[in-house]
């Protein structure tokens, strides 16, 4: 019983440290100016308003900077989902000649640093002629030798005489794919896809290398650009950081399930 309380005490402690940097974000975006300058810290406004809200979505480049961002975001994580699940499939149904070789050489590269890649990267897509397109936000982030490895193990526990069944019905890969591997493991499908997104979403320094106009900015690089703070509309500058905030919340409150089956390990296969 003692253990249980302790337990759900820390919980509680974690979950209060967690959740109170966006609270007092969510909060501040409802100060008036007067909130910011008083001599007394506020947590909570004294005159709840919208104006900053109004004031963030007003700006002329900000909704797009959201459209970006979203749009970019979404065909990545996407795109990086559909290729892992093939990949995971091609490496544990499929048997073809130096299929060990080239997992090593996809895996190994977990080992490169990020930063490392910065330069190839953009020389590549510079030689493309892909800078300022959305193709050039999304076709370095398709592939994750992580999100695979994660993949992989979750399509080898499924077993093998699952598509031996399914061969011997008549199912085509992708029906077999589609229908039962993919559902079998969905938990860890779309925790990568999430995975996928946010970390899309959250990228800043790449999107700020390889797009140079105001209109192909995403959110992260171009908040810093709206001049909120420097004009003293600090409300307005935690206005847009709120509305970034809730296609997180939105979308970790429809997977909320999923993605609990998952980080418990109670993954139904």
Same mark, same amino acid.
């Given at each position: 019983?003692?253990?249980?309380?302790?337990?759900?005490?820390?919980?509680?402690?974690?979950?209060?440290?967690?959740?109170?940097?966006?609270?007092?974000?969510?909060?501040?975006?409802?100060?008036?100016?007067?909130?910011?300058?008083?001599?007394? @810290?506020?947590?909570?406004?004294?005159?709840?308003?919208?104006?900053?809200?109004?004031?963030?979505?007003?700006?002329?480049?900000?909704?797009?900077?959201?459209?970006?961002?979203?749009?970019?975001?979404?065909?990545?994580?996407?795109?990086?989902?559909?290729?892992?699940?093939?990949?995971?499939?091609?490496?544990?149904?499929?048997?073809?000649?130096?299929?060990?070789?080239?997992?090593? @050489?996809?895996?190994?590269?977990?080992?490169?640093?990020?930063?490392?890649?910065?330069?190839?990267?953009?020389?590549?897509?510079?030689?493309?002629?892909?800078?300022?397109?959305?193709? @050039?936000?999304?076709?370095?982030?398709?592939?994750?030798?992580?999100?695979?490895?994660?993949?992989?193990?979750?399509?080898?526990? @499924?077993?093998?005489?699952?598509?031996?069944?399914?061969?011997?019905?008549?199912?085509?890969?992708?029906?077999?794919?589609?229908?039962?591997?993919?559902?079998?493991?969905?938990?860890?499908?779309?925790?990568?896809?999430?995975?996928?997104?946010?970390?899309?979403?959250?990228?800043?320094?790449?999107?700020?290398?390889?797009?140079?106009?105001?209109?192909?900015?995403?959110?992260?690089?171009?908040?810093?650009?709206?001049?909120?703070?420097?004009?003293?509309?600090?409300?307005?500058?935690?206005?847009?950081?709120?509305?970034?905030?809730?296609?997180?919340?939105?979308?970790?409150?429809?997977?909320?399930?999923?993605?609990?089956?998952?980080?418990?390990?109670?993954?139904?296969?």
């Amino acid at each position: 019983m003692l253990a249980r309380i302790s337990r759900f005490i820390l919980t509680l402690l974690l979950c209060i440290i967690i959740a109170f940097p966006l609270f007092y974000c969510i909060s501040m975006s409802f100060f008036t100016n007067i909130d910011f300058t008083d001599a007394y @810290a506020h947590f909570l406004p004294s005159h709840p308003v919208l104006d900053n809200f109004r004031t963030a979505l007003q700006n002329r480049y900000y909704p797009r900077f959201i459209i970006n961002s979203l749009l970019t975001s979404a065909l990545t994580a996407i795109g990086r989902t559909l290729i892992t699940v093939m990949a995971a499939f091609a490496f544990t149904h499929i048997r073809f000649r130096f299929r060990q070789i080239l997992l090593i @050489a996809l895996l190994g590269t977990m080992f490169i640093p990020p930063d490392a890649l910065l330069y190839p990267n953009y020389r590549t897509i510079a030689g493309l002629g892909l800078i300022d397109t959305y193709a @050039a936000i999304i076709l370095p982030s398709l592939f994750s030798a992580s999100a695979l490895l994660l993949m992989i193990s979750s399509f080898v526990s @499924a077993g093998q005489e699952y598509y031996d069944a399914a061969r011997i019905d008549g199912a085509k890969d992708s029906v077999y794919i589609a229908k039962i591997l993919c559902p079998m493991a969905g938990s860890v499908v779309f925790t990568l896809f999430l995975q996928a997104f946010i970390s899309s979403f959250n990228s800043y320094l790449w999107p700020l290398l390889v797009t140079n106009r105001n209109s192909m900015r995403t959110v992260q690089v171009g908040i810093t650009m709206l001049g909120f703070a420097d004009g003293g509309e600090y409300g307005a500058q935690f206005a847009a950081i709120t509305i970034i905030v809730l296609p997180f919340l939105i979308i970790l409150g429809l997977g909320r399930k999923r993605l609990s089956e998952y980080l418990s390990g109670e993954i139904r296969l």
